[in-house]
């Protein structure tokens, strides 16, 4: 029997249901849903999901529910492991879901409980569905990608990326009729086809009978779990059957039509699905972004431009028009200058495209063709921007508030609503003034949310200040950050007493000194003074048990930074002072015999942290903490023990001196006694090079000093030509990555010196005759070839009125009338030479 024979939807017990076989996520599918649910006007709705989100369906109509949404299934007492069955409003299950409920239809799910799936991908070390994708799930666990929606029309749930072994039968179809992009064939078989009263099961006849093909030829096409998926949907499909008479209609993916189809006994399926492992999980509804439908995005039943779908089954009339016109409005924004003869030509460069290539109507292609010629005049960047905002898109939805959640969730919920910080799919930067009450509140919630594993928004450097009242976020709400709240409310039912919680298990589980000083850092701009003891007690049992010096230098800054943004926001930081101040004392001990007897590569290490404790300690300041007196003078003192003190390595010696002389704590005069021991004759070059890169050496300004400082120059400039030739080799990669690191401008400056020679050097300020990028006599032919230009330039004659510039530097006789009339290019000559 054809599907044209077939009983239809409603009727007695004997009628067979209606079989709709759609491509999850086309808008083509969701249409002709729409238009054979209307005619059918089945008694109940079976949907191709989980049966455990039975309950969650009545939600599906509530006021604050808006697609794309999700169901989100997790294990109850592991909710890192989990699945989505992501809906938009063009996916044909939504369409059929609304339209139950619109008509007071039943509506059930009928895949293989996710209770199944959930366990079978435990069991077996495989993604939720048969081929689900996995997205951003914890590694070793089991949340994966959404398990519904094919790549090809019917694939079914669980539509991931389809191996080799497996086929796509969107792809086999398009290649049977002759097309070589899946996509374009769909579009013109199925979302540019028009859907009327009479033709409304057409469609899926059509496609049941492909499939039919397929499956006899493929068999399950490398989809084994599909077998059991089926069997279930059988049982389901038979309970509905002898429950309602037969009025049943039944939305899954086009694959699966000829496995619904198949005569099977009961026994028999249920011997398929004996056995399967199973555990507890919990469903609810959560946000989806049309940005997560995209196959761009790594779901594997994505589509490739979920914006444009989107369009097309919202438009009522006039797709291309209207998306033209969108484009154009985008572009405006941007401030591009498009007009509406641009969006008339548009069009009709659209439709002359689709004619040419054998179209029934202009799809994606070809308004993307039109766009690039008549609006972005052939440019990429533009285009990129449509594809992007558009083509794809940002749509966040909305699940009402009454939607099943973690009492973690809801509390978040609270405080974006009081906080007015509305979750987002696209980034945006957030500037937070702290010292007002509401930014303080959005940044405390921001960090807590980090510390608990959730990065809704990620810190960024500030533009309009470097204040510490001042915090800057990027922020972008993605749908897996869903699962991560699912996950964190193992350790409290509130933001606040779960951050606190999972701050103190991280504290007491940190392996090293390091890592508890970060975790300080920041428990306290996310204000967690619960949280605070303990990690203070932690991190002082570990400064006083380690030795290290390399790894106490690593912890003072993280503990400096939190002092300073404790202040702000008027936290009680004494404790954390006094840590401070002990790690620094035990530093000051023991940096000066760490320092000694090191190579290369570990006195390079030992130098940035030098520089990472003289920053800290300026930070810091005289008396962090009271009884222990004055850090930074004692910091000099050690400075100049490292300095003077032969047994340190060269770079560590130039480091602690330059570091003396920014402080004022030595004068130039001392500086360059010490500069010209170090690069004396009986200093091998090696060591001589490493004492030349921790003084001036890029980061630190040296470029500009020995700029602005002649006598330095000069002895660095007499110790690198008094270089031995057999050593020069050795010092020459230390030299080139000192000088390299300095900008273009200051390299420059310091070859004019270098070339001119220290005869000619000018005085250390950089003023007199001396001056960089000047000689000391005006060179005539050059003056001569520009000065035709500069007459030009300011409206005088020709090249043929120009004079000599060296006789009118000169002061020779009357000047003619182009002289009278530029009395000052005489000057601007001279001021060129």
Do not use: N
Not at 506 to 533: F, S
């Amino acid at each position: 029997m054809t599907g044209e024979d077939r009983p239809r939807g409603g009727g007695g017990a004997g009628a067979e249901p209606l079989l709709l076989g759609v491509r999850h996520h086309g808008p083509g599918s969701a249409r002709a849903v729409r238009a054979a649910l209307d005619a059918a006007r089945p008694r109940v709705v079976l949907i191709e999901g989980p049966p455990e989100a039975d309950a969650l369906v009545p939600l599906a109509a509530a006021e604050g529910m808006r697609p794309p949404v999700a169901l989100l299934a997790h294990a109850a007492d592991e909710p890192g492991r989990s699945a989505f069955w992501p809906l938009a409003g063009f996916s044909p299950e939504w369409v059929a879901l609304r339209w139950a409920l619109e008509h007071g239809v039943p509506a059930r799910f009928i895949d293989l409980p996710a209770a199944h799936t959930l366990a079978w991908d435990t069991a077996e070390g495989d993604a939720p569905g048969d081929d689900a994708p996995k997205e951003d799930a914890p590694e070793g666990d089991a949340a994966g990608g959404p398990p519904a929606g094919p790549r090809g029309p019917g694939t079914g749930a669980g539509g991931g990326p389809v191996p080799d072994a497996r086929i796509d039968p969107l792809a086999v179809l398009a290649g049977t009729a002759g097309y070589d992009d899946p996509e374009r064939w769909w579009e013109d078989v199925v979302e540019h086809r028009g859907a009327g009263a009479g033709d409304a099961l057409a469609p899926f006849a059509a496609l049941e009978e492909a499939m039919g093909a397929l499956r006899e030829t493929y068999g399950d096409g490398g989809h084994e779990r599909d077998l059991v998926r089926e069997a279930y949907m059988r049982l389901q499909l038979r309970a509905a059957r002898r429950e309602y008479a037969g009025g049943v209609a039944v939305v899954c993916g086009a694959w699966h039509v000829p496995g619904l189809r198949r005569a099977t006994t009961v026994a028999a399926d249920r011997a398929l699905l004996k056995g399967l492992p199973k555990l507890k999980v919990d469903l609810t509804w959560v946000p989806w972004t049309h940005r997560r439908l995209s196959r761009a995005s790594g779901y594997g039943a994505g589509i490739d431009a979920p914006g444009w779908y989107g369009h097309l089954f919202g438009a009522p009339d006039r797709p291309v028009e209207r998306w033209l016109t969108k484009v154009a409005g985008l572009l405006r924004d941007e401030g591009r200058m498009v007009s509406s003869a641009h969006v008339i030509e548009a069009v009709r460069l659209a439709e002359a495209l689709a004619a040419l290539r054998g179209r029934p109507l202009p799809g994606l292609g070809e308004t993307t063709d039109a766009v690039r010629a008549v609006m972005c005049e052939g440019a990429e960047v533009p285009l990129a921007l449509v594809r992007d905002r558009l083509v794809v898109g940002d749509v966040l939805g909305e699940v009402p508030p009454e939607a099943p959640a973690v009492p973690l969730q809801r509390d978040l919920h609270r405080l974006q609503r009081r906080l007015r910080l509305r979750p987002e799919a696209g980034e945006r930067e957030l500037e937070l003034d702290l010292r007002k009450e509401t930014d303080a509140g959005r940044g405390r919630l921001l960090h807590r949310l980090r510390l608990l594993g959730v990065p809704w928004g990620e810190p960024a450097a500030s533009r309009g200040s470097t204040g510490t009242f001042r915090e800057t976020w990027r922020l972008r709400w993605e749908p897996e950050l869903s699962v991560r709240v699912a996950e964190a409310g193992v350790w409290g039912t509130t933001v606040l007493t779960a951050a606190t919680a999972k701050a103190e298990a991280d504290a007491i589980a940190a392996h090293d000194l390091a890592e508890v000083t970060a975790l300080a850092e920041r428990c306290l701009p996310a204000g967690l003074p619960r949280a605070l003891p303990t990690v203070m007690r932690i991190l002082a049992e570990r400064a006083a048990l380690d030795a290290d010096v390399g790894r106490l230098a690593r912890a003072l800054p993280a503990l400096v930074r939190a002092l300073r943004y404790g202040d702000v926001r008027g936290t009680d930081t004494g404790a954390l002072a006094e840590v401070a101040a002990g790690l620094t004392e035990r530093i000051f001990v023991g940096l000066p015999p760490a320092c000694t007897a090191l190579d290369a590569e570990a006195a390079e290490e030992m130098r940035r942290h030098v520089d990472a404790v003289h920053g800290a300690v300026g930070l810091l300041g005289d008396d962090p903490a009271p009884g222990h007196g004055a850090l930074r003078g004692r910091w000099q003192k050690v400075l100049r023990a490292l300095s003077a003190r032969d047994s340190v390595p060269g770079a560590i010696r130039g480091r602690a001196l330059r570091l003396l002389l920014d402080d004022g704590a030595v004068a130039p005069e001392e500086a360059e006694r010490s500069m010209g021991l170090a690069l004396s004759r009986g200093t091998p070059p090696a060591d001589a090079a490493a004492w030349i890169e921790g003084f001036v050496g890029g980061g630190t300004g040296g470029g500009m000093l020995l700029v602005h400082d002649e006598r330095l120059l000069r002895l660095v400039d007499t110790w690198l030509t008094g270089v031995p030739a057999e050593a020069f080799t050795e010092v020459l990669p230390l030299l080139r990555r000192t000088f390299s690191a300095y900008e273009p401008g200051v390299r420059r400056t310091l070859g004019e010196l270098a070339r001119r020679g220290p005869g000619r050097w000018g005085s250390a300020a950089g003023t007199g005759p001396g001056l960089p990028g000047f000689a000391a006599e005006l060179d005539a032919e050059r003056a001569d070839a520009v000065l035709p230009v500069v007459r030009l330039l300011l409206g005088g004659g020709g090249p043929g009125r120009s004079g000599g510039a060296v006789g009118r530097a000169g002061g020779r006789g009357a000047p003619d009338d182009g002289d009278r009339q530029h009395s000052g290019d005489d000057d601007l000559v001279g001021a060129d030479g």
